[in-house]
């Protein structure tokens, strides 16, 4: 039951990391879009913040959780 319990929880983590790239490759869409024939730095400098805080908050905050979790079910 608990290599079940492991391996769900590494399954939320490989899509975590898979969700951090698609937000991140958004990001740089989003800012090559806005590169586009403009000298835009104020326009950039959004995308790239807020890509910066999403991946903070999902990454940053919810995989040590996770951790946490996968260390006290090995006990």
Known sequence: MEKKKIA???T??????IAS???WGIVIIGTSAALK???CYGEIQNILVGGVFMHII?????IPIITKRI?????
């Open 21 to 23: 790239a698609i937000i």
């Open 12 to 17: 939320i983590m490989g899509s975590l990391i």
């Open 37 to 39: 024939g403009t000298d």
């Open 8 to 10: 769900s929880i590494a």
């Open 58 to 62: 999902m990454i940053g905050g919810v």
């Open 71 to 75: 260390k006290n079910t090995e006990k």
